[in-house]
């Protein structure tokens, strides 16, 4: 599995805009995607609404996870850089 440990940056935390960024790229991969809270609550990113469910706010630790794969690495910092735009 890849993962990636991301400190949400974006300002105002994950509203509609950065989720529908998230769910694009995942839609784009041929294997799942899961968002997990510090909490251990899961979301599939490619459900706008779990996502949204998961109420994630700036300062918030995330870890995102998705198969092995030539292309999870640059999956996942694509997704890493809507979470976390500072950093990029």
Known sequence: MQT???????????HARPVAELARLAMSSAHPVIVRTA????????SVLAVM???LGEGDVV???????PASAALLDSMAAVLDPRDR
């Not at 990636?4 to 994950?14: E, F, K, L, M």
């Not at 909490?39 to 490619?46: I, K, N, R, Y």
């Not at 870890?63 to 794969?69: K, R, S, V």
């Open 39 to 46: 909490a251990g609550a899961e979301a599939d990113l490619s």
């Open 4 to 14: 990636r440990r991301i400190t949400i940056s974006a300002h105002n935390g994950v």
């Open 63 to 69: 870890e995102l996870e998705t198969a092995d794969a």
């Open 53 to 55: 469910d998961l109420a």
